[in-house]
């Protein structure tokens, strides 16, 4: 059974930079797209980006401007670095693996941007 | 703003069947299948629909999914005390080269 697991700091000052890590288990992170996908507090679902296997990588042109997705393949992880951060930023981030819908998602982690 | 539209909330009694719509464009909905998930308070969504009819093992058939030109529904019968949470819907976005969701709706389960 796949499982995918974030860590990072829960909390972030204004101006700097979002770094969160997804850890992926059961199964091998050199196939398929891995997304982030993140939850503002009470609202909706925005897709961040998605990275494939190669390396190649996709940004939500909203963001794209300060998102940098990468992955490890040796240590199966994937990670999400977001630059700038103001509040709008607060929400909960999810890390998926992208197929025609998502059947696997984190738990998801909240991380709050505040001084 | 979301790229698929959804009513905010609906309701319903319990046994009744209750369906929320979806509404995108050609470049969405209109050019690709659509998905449907369930996110309970505090967790991750879930899939509840794929490739707009197909249910993922365990979920169970009072679920269905539909599509038709730019729109998307989603049906559920028999609605229990269980139901009432967010629903949301996705699908791909050619114009994005990405995903693209609903705003949510919240199921009420009167």
């Known amino acids: 059974q796949v499982q995918l697991q974030e860590s990072g700091p829960g909390l972030v000052k204004p101006s700097e930079t979002l770094s969160l890590i997804c850890t992926v288990s059961?199964?091998?992170?050199?196939?398929?797209?891995w997304s982030w996908i993140r939850q503002p507090p009470g609202k909706g679902l925005e897709w961040i980006g998605y990275?494939?296997?190669?390396?190649?990588?996709n940004y939500n042109p909203s963001l794209k401007s300060r998102v940098t997705l990468s992955l490890d393949t040796s240590k199966n992880q994937f990670s999400l670095k977001l630059s700038s951060v103001t509040a709008a930023d607060t929400a909960v981030y999810y890390c998926t693996r992208q197929e025609v819908a998502i059947f696997y998602w984190g738990q998801g982690t909240l991380v709050t941007v505040s001084s | 703003q979301s790229v698929l539209t959804q009513p905010p909330s609906t309701s319903g009694a319990p046994g009744q069947r209750v369906t929320i719509s979806c509404s995108g464009s050609?470049?969405?909905?209109?050019?690709?299948?659509v998905n449907w998930y369930q996110q309970l308070p505090g967790t991750a969504p879930k899939l509840l629909i794929y490739?707009?009819?197909q249910r993922p093992s365990g979920v169970p058939d009072r679920f269905s999914g539909s599509k038709s030109g730019t729109s998307a529904s989603l049906a559920i019968s028999g609605l229990q005390s269980e139901d009432e949470t967010d629903y949301y819907c996705a699908t791909w976005d050619d114009s994005l080269n990405g995903p693209v969701f609903g705003g949510g709706t919240k199921l009420t389960v009167l």
């Open positions: 490739n707009n009819n």
């Open positions: 050609s470049s969405n909905i209109g050019s690709n299948t």
């Open positions: 059961g199964g091998s992170i050199s196939s398929y797209y």
């Open positions: 990275i494939y296997y190669s390396g190649s990588a």
